[in-house]
């Protein structure tokens, strides 16, 4: 009897962990307990998302029912009292921030507008949740926004100030992510954004190295790559105008100036003035280090206990069984490390054209690095732990030779360059 009681006890508590189990894994529930650790942080506009996914997917889920009244009133009680404070904001551009929190109300209202009804799971009271329609509060906040920066962008046009100018166009470009033709903003951002284009020239960087091309044409390389991949990126050439290299080449080779790099500052900024250049870029390629291929090896011995053998015994019932037998295999193992590296070092400068003073000096490193493990082994294949087997099974792998070692630098030079420059131009 005792004996049928734990067995009924033992089921009633199967079930029980079973149905909790469900609702604990189950995603409605999920959900549920990502919006609580939301609304715990008053990231009221996240839980409220994650209450509307819980409850389209179980609208009886009690505990998604009752927060989600709360944390709907509290994500609008937080943008309206936002709005309060921006509409009192003397800041001209208050009106970027209104938008946001108007569209954030918008977003809310719409995520509960399309669950079911919602009743308080005890009172079956039917769960108000308001629904306030924001489209004209946010189509009177753009249109301010807008114009805020439609004036922002007009003041800065009237400079002739190519940094001005930018900064225009920038404007008149804000103004259209509010208001999609708005006024003549298009017209006027392409004029400002013409006039605030930064024309820039970039020199073949000198050598001094003291390689004699060993690894080739390395400062050659740098500047292509770097060139090309600020030529690719839209957002970096849209006040960013680099000379092509046939133009610079030709005015090299008028000036008897020769195609080697090795052109000063001074007479880069002649060419410079020449080619109607804003600014300059010219560097130098100080230092190639590659480090040699080297290839260095430990030696050391796993054991594992493994089945090595069966064998019959009887049990104390008479029948006959099987054991297995265990026993300590080896396997002597070579573990190599293969290594090399390339390292290019050097500077650049940015210089004014017009005015001789220069806009920026950094120096820059490339960086190459090569690593390869492998092991090789005698013995036992079944000592092996899982690591050592994988590095057995993937054999010997040869390093890049130094042309490549080096190459693979200059990218990595050139591709921290261009990043640079990127920002730069923007």
């Not at 994650?50 to 998604?64: F, G, P, W």
């Not at 001209?92 to 938008?99: A, E, I, Q």
């Not at 109607?276 to 590659?290: A, D, L, P, R, S």
């Amino acid at each position: 009897m005792i004996s049928s009681m734990r067995n009924r006890i033992l089921g009633i508590l199967v079930v029980i962990l079973s149905l909790t189990s469900c609702a604990f894994f189950s995603e409605y529930a999920k959900l549920e307990r990502r919006a609580s650790e939301a609304y715990a942080r008053a990231d009221y506009d996240t839980a409220v998302f994650m209450l509307a996914r819980s409850l389209q997917i179980n609208q009886d889920y009690e505990k998604s029912q009752l927060l989600m009244a709360d944390a709907y009133l509290m994500a609008n009680r937080v943008h309206n009292n936002r709005i309060t404070s921006l509409e009192k904001s003397s800041d001209p551009f208050r009106y970027d921030d209104l938008t946001h929190e108007y569209k954030s109300l918008i977003n809310l209202a719409e995520a509960v507008s399309i669950l079911p009804p919602i009743r308080h799971p005890k009172t079956a009271i039917l769960l108000e949740l308001p629904i306030i329609d924001y489209s004209l509060n946010l189509q009177n906040a753009s249109q301010q926004a807008a114009e805020s920066h439609y004036l922002a962008g007009e003041e800065l046009s009237r400079s002739e100030d190519i940094s001005k100018q930018k900064a225009a166009a920038k404007e008149f470009k804000r103004a259209l992510q509010f208001v999609p033709d708005y006024k003549d903003a298009s017209i006027r951002y392409e004029t400002t954004r013409e006039a605030g284009i930064k024309r820039m020239a970039v020199f073949p960087f000198e050598d001094l190295t003291g390689k004699k091309k060993k690894y080739g044409a390395v400062e050659a390389l740098v500047v292509d790559q770097m060139v090309t991949a600020v030529m690719k990126d839209p957002s970096a050439t849209e006040f960013l105008e680099l000379i092509a290299r046939d133009q610079l080449d030709r005015v090299l080779e008028e000036q008897k100036l020769g195609l080697s790099g090795l052109v000063n500052e001074e007479t880069a900024m002649e060419v410079g003035a020449i080619l109607g250049v804003h600014e300059i870029i010219t560097g130098k390629i100080t230092q190639i280090i590659y480090t040699p291929v080297q290839t260095v090896n430990r030696a050391y011995t796993q054991t594992k206990k493994v089945v090595v053998d069966t064998e019959k015994y009887k049990d104390k019932d008479g029948k006959t069984k099987t054991r297995k037998i265990y026993g300590d295999v080896e396997a002597r193992i070579k573990h190599f490390t293969r290594t090399t590296k390339a390292v290019i070092k050097g500077s650049y400068r940015i210089v004014d054209v017009r005015t001789a003073k220069l806009v920026r000096s950094e120096a820059f490193e490339g960086n190459s690095d090569f690593q390869t493990e492998w092991v090789v082994y005698k013995g036992d294949g079944r000592a092996l732990s899982r690591t050592t087997s994988r590095l057995a099974k993937k054999g010997e792998t040869l390093a890049p030779v130094a042309d490549e070692m080096v190459s693979r630098a200059a990218t990595d030079l050139a591709n921290s360059l261009s990043a640079t420059l990127k920002m730069y131009a923007r």
